[in-house]
């Protein structure tokens, strides 16, 4: 299933990139997300943060009453604009479930624009696109979260 994510934020990509590979920030996220537990390690080049939440309502009759994912980026250095690329794979262990996204931070006249461009895939015959359907918005409401969070995080209202 094919998965677009489009985020604005009042800050030029150096200080962008600077908040999305910050391990307090991610940390907050991650809570903010309703981790239970969690694990973030990040460097200016690679973010890895391994959390369990609560399963959403519609995936826990297939997973349990709670949903563990390992998040990965990888990120290139910075073009002389400023703008980055990068990958964002998600998986969650044990399970036939893969998360990719090709990642773009720009400049843009506000600030910053980021955007994600993936697919989302569950390898599960006969229920994978049904699980997919269930999936997807979680996957879109946490990168809005994201996105609020990182808007209050630039405005220093961390």
Excluded: C
């Excluded at 934020?9 to 940390?27: C, G, N, Q, R, W």
């Excluded at 973010?47 to 994912?69: M, R």
């Excluded at 931070?105 to 699980?131: C, K, R």
Aim: proline share 8%.
């Amino acid at each position: 299933m094919k998965l677009t994510a489009h985020q604005t934020y009042p800050a030029p990509p150096s200080a962008v990139h600077t908040m999305l590979t910050d391990e307090t920030f991610l940390t907050q996220m991650a809570t903010e997300a309703g981790a239970v537990e969690q694990r973030v390690v990040a460097t200016a080049a690679r973010s890895a943060v391994e959390v369990s939440v609560p399963a959403p309502g519609g995936l826990a009759t297939f997973i349990g009453p709670h949903l563990s994912l390992m998040m990965d980026t990888n990120w290139a250095d910075a073009e002389p604009d400023g703008s980055r690329t990068g990958q964002l794979t998600i998986t969650i262990p044990g399970a036939p479930v893969t998360a990719g996204a090709a990642i773009r931070l720009s400049p843009a006249a506000s600030g910053s624009e980021l955007t994600y461009d993936g697919d989302l895939t569950v390898n599960v015959p006969l229920m994978g696109p049904s699980i997919e359907k269930k999936a997807a918005p979680e996957l879109l409401d946490a990168l809005a979260a994201q996105e609020r969070a990182g808007q209050r995080w630039l405005q220093g209202g961390s």
